[in-house]
């Protein structure tokens, strides 16, 4: 008499860090691995960022029969699996960059936002980790899922539905396997532009027999304010955060003001440029990757000396020098050449690079500013949610079995409705 089959899932990385989930479930022949980013630790400053080199860093999974042949020196165990298949949940390179180390003969599924804009944020090859044998600003073939369709896997079903976070495009993943079904939140919060999204999301989640959750909001304890950690300080929600956008520019009417924001943060640009009373213009190479990716124009400009993109508008154009004069009709993206800025000028850092503080560029970065007597105001809105919103999420789920992940304190998220596991890396569970 043979055993009974039964699902188990296996984590290889992501679990006490911010970032880097990489997630196997499997059932009998099939697979499916769920994300595939990189952990960001600059700190370490490694010598290149070749796949030994990260996975003996733990910068990404150790993951057996998925990663490509030619960077592994292992065949793929077809014997093993008939059936594979990977996901992405989101853009943010802690999910997402070392997508391309994934075998080629596995079909690498995400949202249909987050399959066409990360060819166009790869396009110099200075965004993904290459793949084997290819030139660096390759990028995989992604299958753009649709959005509450169920994908067959073997004996496993996928099934992506959109959610909110500060990646434009942000999904959550249902997956179900004859005898478990598991829900997996990416990165989530209930503060974006579209809470109505995640509360559909996690109504389906809510009929799972596991629920595995984000939980970077637990991550600072020993950081708390009276309200909160930083990282969810300032605006509370996205909507506050472009109306402070708009507010800076009404106060300061006569005053040169410049902003930058994260590339895949593409829905708040949207809101900032539709709702701004000056004319907001941005880098070439930005306003190339909303026309590449989305087929929108906006107006931009370039840097001395720059390469011309042949897909935007030259009559969208603005002179380098025209901004730098400005101090009432722009609110321009700055990128670099914080030296030409004007003594006395104002610049808004919304989630844009260097991050924060654990990034060694960020201290010169501002003290650059500093130097130029410019003043800068931070906006910034979390794409995470924080305890209060994680408590919620978990009470609409009432999870059977609760799994927080990508967080630096797992152990300090509690589930008042069934069991929590706190799995150890390369731990295997079977429910």
Same mark, same amino acid.
């Given at each position: 008499?043979?055993?009974?089959?039964?699902?188990?899932?296996?984590?290889?990385?992501?679990?006490?860090?911010?970032?880097?989930?990489?997630?196997?479930?499997?059932?009998?022949?099939?697979?499916?691995?769920?994300?595939?980013?990189?952990?960001?630790?600059?700190?370490?400053?490694?010598?290149?960022?070749?796949?030994?080199?990260?996975?003996?860093?733990?910068?990404?999974?150790?993951?057996?029969?998925?990663?490509?042949?030619?960077?592994?020196?292992?065949?793929?165990?077809?014997?093993?699996?008939?059936?594979?298949?990977?996901?992405?949940?989101?853009?943010?390179?802690?999910?997402?960059?070392?997508?391309?180390?994934?075998?080629?003969?596995?079909?690498?599924?995400?949202?249909?936002?987050?399959?066409?804009?990360?060819?166009?944020?790869?396009?110099?090859?200075?965004?993904?980790?290459?793949?084997?044998?290819?030139?660096?600003?390759?990028?995989?073939?992604?299958?753009?899922?649709?959005?509450?369709?169920?994908?067959?896997?073997?004996?496993?079903?996928?099934?992506?539905?959109?959610?909110?976070?500060?990646?434009?495009?942000?999904?959550?993943?249902?997956?179900?396997?004859?005898?478990?079904?598991?829900?997996?939140?990416?990165?989530?919060?209930?503060?974006?532009?579209?809470?109505?999204?995640?509360?559909?999301?996690?109504?389906?989640?809510?009929?799972?027999?596991?629920?595995?959750?984000?939980?970077?909001?637990?991550?600072?304890?020993?950081?708390?304010?009276?309200?909160?950690?930083?990282?969810?300080?300032?605006?509370?929600?996205?909507?506050?955060?472009?109306?402070?956008?708009?507010?800076?520019?009404?106060?300061?009417?006569?005053?040169?003001?410049?902003?930058?924001?994260?590339?895949?943060?593409?829905?708040?640009?949207?809101?900032?440029?539709?709702?701004?009373?000056?004319?907001?213009?941005?880098?070439?190479?930005?306003?190339?990757?909303?026309?590449?990716?989305?087929?929108? &124009? @906006?107006?931009?400009? %370039?840097? =001395?000396?720059? /390469? $011309?993109? !042949? *897909?935007?508008?030259? #009559?969208?154009?603005?002179?380098?020098?025209?901004?730098?004069?400005?101090?009432?009709?722009?609110?321009?993206?700055?990128?670099?050449?914080?030296?030409?800025?004007?003594?006395?000028?104002?610049?808004?850092?919304?989630?844009?690079?260097?991050?924060? &503080? @654990?990034?060694?560029? %960020?201290? =010169?970065?501002? /003290? $650059?500013? !500093? *130097?130029?007597?410019? #003043?800068?105001?931070?906006?910034?809105?979390?794409?995470?949610?924080?305890?209060?919103?994680?408590?919620?999420?978990?009470?609409?789920?009432?999870?059977?079995?609760?799994?927080?992940?990508?967080?630096?304190?797992?152990?300090?998220?509690?589930?008042?409705?069934?069991?929590?596991?706190?799995?150890?890396?390369? /731990?295997?569970?079977?429910?």
């Amino acid at each position: 008499m043979t055993s009974k089959a039964k699902t188990t899932i296996t984590f290889y990385n992501g679990l006490n860090t911010i970032g880097g989930p990489m997630i196997e479930v499997a059932y009998r022949k099939s697979h499916i691995l769920f994300d595939l980013g990189e952990v960001y630790r600059p700190e370490l400053n490694l010598p290149d960022e070749k796949y030994q080199t990260l996975v003996n860093n733990q910068l990404i999974g150790d993951v057996p029969n998925f990663y490509d042949p030619e960077l592994t020196g292992q065949p793929l165990d077809h014997e093993r699996w008939t059936h594979a298949a990977a996901y992405m949940s989101h853009l943010h390179l802690d999910h997402s960059k070392a997508m391309n180390f994934l075998a080629p003969e596995i079909p690498l599924y995400a949202g249909p936002l987050t399959a066409k804009m990360l060819p166009a944020l790869n396009e110099k090859g200075d965004f993904l980790l290459p793949a084997a044998g290819h030139k660096p600003s390759y990028t995989r073939p992604i299958i753009a899922a649709q959005y509450q369709k169920p994908i067959e896997v073997g004996d496993i079903t996928m099934t992506v539905w959109p959610s909110d976070h500060d990646a434009y495009g942000a999904t959550g993943l249902i997956v179900k396997t004859p005898d478990l079904a598991i829900a997996y939140t990416g990165d989530i919060r209930l503060h974006g532009y579209h809470p109505d999204w995640v509360k559909k999301f996690l109504t389906v989640a809510k009929e799972c027999d596991v629920l595995i959750t984000e939980a970077t909001g637990f991550s600072w304890p020993e950081e708390k304010h009276e309200e909160s950690s930083e990282e969810f300080t300032g605006p509370k929600n996205e909507a506050e955060l472009t109306a402070q956008f708009i507010q800076l520019q009404n106060d300061n009417p006569q005053r040169q003001i410049t902003f930058n924001t994260y590339p895949t943060n593409v829905e708040r640009l949207l809101r900032i440029i539709s709702d701004s009373p000056r004319r907001v213009v941005l880098h070439a190479a930005r306003a190339h990757l909303l026309k590449e990716s989305l087929n929108k &124009d @906006f107006p931009y400009y %370039y840097l =001395p000396g720059e /390469q $011309k993109f !042949a *897909d935007l508008k030259p #009559e969208l154009a603005v002179h380098y020098e025209e901004l730098l004069n400005d101090d009432h009709e722009f609110l321009w993206q700055a990128v670099a050449d914080f030296d030409q800025l004007q003594k006395g000028g104002l610049y808004i850092h919304s989630n844009a690079e260097p991050l924060g &503080d @654990f990034d060694p560029a %960020y201290q =010169p970065f501002m /003290q $650059k500013l !500093a *130097d130029q007597e410019i #003043e800068v105001q931070t906006l910034r809105c979390s794409g995470h949610a924080d305890e209060k919103e994680l408590a919620q999420i978990i009470d609409m789920v009432q999870p059977p079995t609760l799994i927080p992940v990508h967080t630096l304190h797992p152990e300090l998220v509690e589930n008042p409705y069934g069991k929590r596991i706190l799995p150890k890396r390369n /731990q295997t569970i079977t429910l």
